[in-house]
């Protein structure tokens, strides 16, 4: 039987989560910086309508951009944790970071028209289908 190598910063690991998981203090704001914006895209005869999930973001660290059928969206993630007089800080965790996602829809979207409205950790984007042959011109052959 061949012996397989122990890594010990599994073994231990994987100890004390079993054994101790209240040992150790958990992120005061749960989870990490999100690896990647989660997104619904539905569409109707005349619009895509596009919910991202975006919690714990201010508005305005919000970016999108439309190219034709492209769309990018961008977020500058800042949590942090408020110190009140009297107060011992025993542990403050802190991140700053961003996180972006693009994607290419079956259509060019309507720039000018399109929309945007965020509530509740939830970015709804409202965009207009450009119609068919609007941005191309048939040249006159002279």
């Known amino acids: 039987m ?3 190598p122990v890594s010990r910063t599994n073994l231990f690991d994987e100890f004390f989560r079993d054994m101790a998981p209240g040992f150790f203090v958990r992120p005061l704001h749960g989870e990490g910086l999100p690896q990647q914006i989660k997104v619904d895209v539905k569409e109707d005869a005349e619009n895509y309508v596009v919910h991202a999930e975006m919690p714990g973001v201010s508005k305005d660290d919000i ?3 439309i190219d034709g059928p492209v769309v990018s969206l961008s977020a500058e993630i800042k949590q942090t944790d408020e ?4 107060e011992r800080v025993l542990r403050s965790e802190r991140y700053f970071g961003s996180v972006s996602r693009s994607f290419q829809l079956p259509m060019d979207i309507d720039e000018a028209r399109a929309a945007a409205k965020y509530d509740a950790g939830v ?3 409202t965009l207009p289908k450009k119609a068919a042959g609007a941005g191309a011109r048939r040249l006159q052959i002279d």
């Open 2 to 4: 061949a012996n397989l």
């Open 63 to 65: 970016h999108v951009t």
């Open 83 to 86: 110190k009140k007089d009297g």
């Open 123 to 125: 970015l709804t984007l």
